[in-house]
Nanobody, 120 residues
Framework: QVQLVESGGGLVQAGGSLRLSCAAS????????MAWFRQAPGKEREFLAA?????YYADSVKGRFTISRDNAKNTVNLQMNSLKPEDTAVYYC????????????????WGQGTQVTVSS
């Protein structure tokens, strides 16, 4: 079965950086668009970035976050720089057979999430 496992979350001060990774198994990785979403307490899940052949970003993270994928290792990464307290959330990776999509409901496969906390 498809498994997505995130890692790399933690506590960081405002202005700092974190690199999240998501290891995928049980799928033909190159057939999937991969994405990162996040959900803050009391808020809806939010699209951040997606990649098939190149990255696409939500305005809220453009210029600060970089998505990348390593097809040889079946991993997708999210480099997060200049972190702000409002970036505090649980971060999820997701996989979709769609060529490219930012729509949450078009991602059938999800990881369990990793907590990112940014202190002020």
């Amino acid at each position: 079965q498809v498994q997505l496992v995130e890692s790399g979350g933690g506590l960081v001060q405002a202005g700092g950086s974190l690199r999240l990774s998501c290891a995928a198994s049980g799928l033909t990785f190159t057939n999937y668009a991969m994405a990162w979403f996040r959900q803050a307490p009391g808020k809806e899940r939010e699209f951040l970035a997606a990649i098939r052949w190149s990255g696409y970003y939500a305005d809220s993270v453009k210029g600060r976050f970089t998505i990348s994928r390593d097809n040889a290792k079946n991993t997708v990464n999210l480099q997060m720089n200049s972190l702000k307290p409002e970036d505090t959330a649980v971060y999820y990776c997701a996989a979709s057979l769609s060529i490219f999509t930012v729509l949450e409901y078009e991602y059938p496969y999800w990881g369990q999430g990793t907590q990112v906390t940014v202190s002020s």
